[in-house]
């Protein structure tokens, strides 16, 4: 069974940062890419990050370039969201996603708030 495991969210003050980790049980880590997605109350869920399998090939959305970074360590099946500079707009709840060719597996989500 395909678990993936959030952890890192909380409540922040604007300009504060947070490091979100999701580990990953039950599939062969190394070959999927990886992905962080984000969810606010009214919107849709959107891609905020994702780094290919061997971690050559990272995306980002344009509304986090320059302040989030992602990033995964293969031998702890992890993957990793490095947030800096939040800002009130980045609240919601965070979600990681795990892929051969398409989101297949989810996560159950961390919630992250930021004040201002």
């Known amino acids: 069974q395909v678990q993936l495991v959030e952890s890192g969210g909380g409540e922040v003050q604007a300009g504060d940062s947070l490091r979100l980790s999701c580990v990953a049980s039950?599939?062969?880590?190394?070959?999927?890419?990886m992905g962080w997605f984000r969810q606010a109350p009214g919107n849709e869920r959107e891609l905020v990050a994702r780094i290919t399998s061997g971690g050559g090939i990272r995306n980002y959305a344009d509304f986090v370039k320059g302040r989030f970074t992602i990033s995964r360590d293969n031998d702890q099946n992890t993957v990793y969201l490095q947030m800096n500079s939040l800002k009130p707009e980045d609240t919601a709840v965070y979600y990681c996603?795990?892929?051969?060719?398409?989101?297949?597996?989810w996560g159950q989500g961390t919630q992250v708030s930021v004040s201002t």
């Open positions: 996603a795990a892929g051969l060719s398409g989101w297949k597996y």
């Open positions: 039950g599939l062969t880590f190394r070959i999927h890419g």
